[in-house]
């Protein structure tokens, strides 16, 4: 089935440790983003990749670091610099220009203790 | 800055009622809108894709309208089912021919069986 996978579902993240959420596409899209979801606040981008190893910071992209090795995959590694990572990510992908459809992944949901 | 609301933030109507969700922007210079569809504690669902060029877009029990002049699409849900309950959201691109999106807060749709 083509589509978007995240791992994991969930995670928790010590205070000051480093961590990063997966996400795979297998629709041949060019383009990826990673979303941020808090209560009451919406959706918000972090960073997007139009194109394999080259990325673009979002709106909220402090504390927050990605690669794009592969045109499949585009990790997020939220960093100790973010002090309030506790939220729901979301992984996007589109083929490339501003009129085509944006397919997302499940979701992980991160969680500080 | 572009900016999309949606009205009403929560609704509740009984199953067989026809509903319509609400969704208006500020900058109509738009190349699209996407509706989604979230249950709780999952990913977003893309319902329709709704072009600038066009004015209605269709699915289904789901109908699109988009009034770029007025800056508003309407999403109309006829003969409303339990399973339509969950939170709907409207999103449009911004910043150029990218694919990157700013999402209304949505609306929370409980169908009461």
């Known amino acids: 089935d083509g589509g978007i996978t995240q791992s994991p579902k969930y995670l928790f993240r010590k205070e000051g440790q480093n961590v990063t959420l997966s996400c795979e596409q297998n629709l041949n899209h060019d383009a990826m983003y990673w979303y941020r979801q808090d209560p009451g606040q919406g959706l918000r981008l972090i960073y997007y990749?139009?194109?394999?190893?080259?990325?673009q910071k979002g709106d909220i992209a402090e504390g927050y670091s990605v690669s794009r090795e592969k045109k499949e995959s585009f990790p997020l590694t939220v960093t100790s610099a973010q002090k309030n990572p506790t939220a729901f990510y979301l992984c996007a992908s589109s083929l490339t220009g501003g009129t085509t459809e944006a397919f997302f992944g499940q979701g992980t949901r991160l969680t500080v203790v | 800055k572009q900016e999309v609301t949606q009205i009403p933030a929560a609704l509740s109507v009984p199953e067989g009622e026809n509903l319509v969700l609400n969704c208006s922007f500020t900058?109509?210079?738009?190349?699209?809108l996407q509706w989604f569809r979230q249950d709780p504690g999952k990913g977003l669902t893309s319902l329709l894709l709704?072009?600038?060029?066009?004015r209605e877009q269709t699915s289904g029990r789901l109908n699109a309208s988009l009034d770029k002049s007025s800056g508003r699409s309407t999403l109309y849900i006829a003969a409303s089912q339990p399973g339509d309950s969950a939170t709907y959201l409207c999103?449009?691109?911004?910043?150029?021919?990218?694919?990157?999106?700013?999402f209304g807060t949505g609306t929370l749709l409980a169908v009461q069986p």
């Open positions: 709704i072009q600038s060029s066009q």
């Open positions: 900058d109509s210079a738009i190349y699209n």
């Open positions: 990749s139009q194109i394999v190893n080259d990325f």
């Open positions: 999103a449009v691109p911004y910043g150029g021919a990218t694919n990157k999106l700013i």
